[in-house]
């Protein structure tokens, strides 16, 4: 399964390092999947904000028209690095069927996006990238004391805002007691009908609760009483091709064990903070 860099650090070979890291990150993260994604070779990406819209005006026939610029200003997103190290015996990794690096090199793959997501969605330290709880701008809905006497008019309100500043909100995110609270409250007293709808994209896919047609994502990430209204389009997720998935068979030599280590690089960017919608409880973060 491995290849050699010149370094002698045996490596899983890049098309497999994008089927067993890369892609279970970028499908199961839901910070990646409610963003644009971008892929860069780069160290750091610039990403353009545009700050002024060149003027127009209604002008005659045969008349000079004034020209204008538009204004720029940009984001500048350097991944950082989450990583992971375990080591196993020679023994288990040479024996078992399926074969335990590949069962390690999975776990791995599911901590990356427990530690991605919790970033994202978070305001954890450096080296660890900036997310959504240490933005500044955000646009605030109150949902009210409880969501059991919530309806579906703060997840409107939120839409509303979005449109207002020309966004558009292409999820709500919340965690899962209170992804549970709002699948529990129906459309009436005395109705059975849940407000929230249920639907399936394909034949393939898991059932996804929506509120007003935006899909429902669910994520442990995300603090109690609190639901994010993110546009797609205002929301960057940034990741460095430099993906690695490494089995090393020497550095435990002296007892005989194997080093397997997976390493990620991302970055955020939310261009347009007000377009983001932070729906609370006013008992919720």
């Given at each position: 399964m491995t290849t050699a860099d010149g370094s002698g650090r045996p490596l899983v070979p890049v098309d497999q390092v994008?089927?067993?890291?890369?892609?279970?990150?970028?499908?199961?993260?839901?910070?990646?999947?409610?963003?644009?994604?971008?892929?860069?070779?780069n160290n750091e990406v610039h990403i353009p904000i545009v700050t002024g819209d060149p003027s127009t005006d209604w002008v005659a026939e045969g008349e000079e028209i004034n020209p204008s610029n538009s204004t720029f200003n940009e984001i500048t997103v350097t991944p950082s690095k989450v990583a992971g190290l375990t080591v196993i015996s020679r023994e288990l990794a040479e024996d078992s069927t399926p074969g335990a690096t590949d069962i390690i090199s999975a776990g791995l793959s599911r901590d990356i996006v427990t530690k991605i997501d919790?970033?994202?969605?978070?305001?954890?330290?450096?080296?660890?990238?900036?997310?959504?709880?240490?933005?500044?701008?955000?646009?605030?809905?109150?949902?009210?004391?409880s969501w059991e006497a919530v309806t579906i008019d703060p997840f409107i309100v939120a839409m509303s805002n979005a449109a207002t500043v020309g966004a558009t909100i292409t999820a709500f995110v919340t965690n899962p007691a209170d992804e549970l609270a709002l699948a529990r409250l129906k459309q009436a007293t005395g109705s059975n009908l849940p407000l929230l709808e249920v639907t399936r994209p394909t034949d393939t896919d898991a059932p996804v609760r929506t509120i007003a047609g935006v899909p429902l994502y669910?994520?442990?990430?995300?603090?109690?009483?609190?639901?994010?209204?993110?546009?797609?389009?205002?929301?960057?997720?940034?990741?460095?091709?430099?993906?690695?998935?490494?089995?090393?068979?020497?550095?435990?030599?002296?007892?005989?064990?194997?080093?397997?280590?997976?390493?990620?690089?991302?970055?955020?960017?939310f261009p347009y903070p007000q377009a983001v919608q932070h729906i609370t409880l006013s008992t919720g973060a």
């Amino acid at each position: 399964m491995t290849t050699a860099d010149g370094s002698g650090r045996p490596l899983v070979p890049v098309d497999q390092v994008q089927q067993a890291l890369v892609l279970p990150v970028t499908r199961t993260s839901i910070a990646a999947r409610v963003s644009t994604q971008t892929t860069t070779a780069n160290n750091e990406v610039h990403i353009p904000i545009v700050t002024g819209d060149p003027s127009t005006d209604w002008v005659a026939e045969g008349e000079e028209i004034n020209p204008s610029n538009s204004t720029f200003n940009e984001i500048t997103v350097t991944p950082s690095k989450v990583a992971g190290l375990t080591v196993i015996s020679r023994e288990l990794a040479e024996d078992s069927t399926p074969g335990a690096t590949d069962i390690i090199s999975a776990g791995l793959s599911r901590d990356i996006v427990t530690k991605i997501d919790a970033a994202y969605f978070g305001a954890l330290a450096a080296p660890a990238p900036s997310g959504l709880g240490a933005l500044t701008g955000v646009t605030a809905v109150d949902a009210g004391d409880s969501w059991e006497a919530v309806t579906i008019d703060p997840f409107i309100v939120a839409m509303s805002n979005a449109a207002t500043v020309g966004a558009t909100i292409t999820a709500f995110v919340t965690n899962p007691a209170d992804e549970l609270a709002l699948a529990r409250l129906k459309q009436a007293t005395g109705s059975n009908l849940p407000l929230l709808e249920v639907t399936r994209p394909t034949d393939t896919d898991a059932p996804v609760r929506t509120i007003a047609g935006v899909p429902l994502y669910v994520t442990t990430a995300v603090a109690p009483g609190t639901v994010w209204g993110i546009p797609q389009a205002f929301s960057q997720f940034v990741l460095r091709e430099s993906a690695e998935l490494a089995v090393d068979q020497s550095a435990f030599f002296t007892s005989d064990r194997v080093a397997i280590r997976a390493t990620m690089r991302v970055g955020f960017a939310f261009p347009y903070p007000q377009a983001v919608q932070h729906i609370t409880l006013s008992t919720g973060a």
